[in-house]
């Protein structure tokens, strides 16, 4: 199922009648061109994280490869990509049997999960 939307046709809306809005509520509004988009607060299902990538610093090294790992692992995160800028590796992981194993690794990877990238 998915979340309702809405394209309100009164308008041009501004930043500042989002101010008159009730407040505290679930509905999401969205103002492009001056044209306001209302839409549902995303259920859980839509809420499902496929994949998470980490951008590998030298100051997050030991959190991205060992804490981040293992709470994604633990949440059953498909994928987890950990592109690493200073020496041009990444590491592509995939969840199998309820663990992260590595299925690519290097300068140019090709995974097909959780969709095709090259």
Do not use: C
């Not at 994928?79 to 020496?87: E, T």
Request: net charge negative; no cysteine; proline share 7%.
């Amino acid at each position: 199922m998915t979340a309702a939307r809405a394209l309100v046709p009164s308008g041009p809306w501004t930043v500042d009648d989002l101010d008159d809005f009730p407040e505290g509520n679930t509905t999401r509004y969205e103002l492009i061109d001056g044209a306001l988009i209302v839409s549902a607060e995303p259920s859980l299902q839509h809420q499902r994280v496929n994949l998470a990538i980490a951008r590998v610093l030298q100051s997050t090294r030991a959190i991205d490869l060992a804490l981040k790992r293992q709470v994604l692992q633990e949440a059953g995160v498909p994928s987890y990509w950990l592109v690493d800028p200073d020496d041009g590796v990444d590491t592509v992981l995939e969840l199998q049997d309820a663990v992260y194993v590595e299925v690519a690794r290097g300068a140019n990877v090709t995974v097909q999960q959780p969709f095709p990238v090259t």
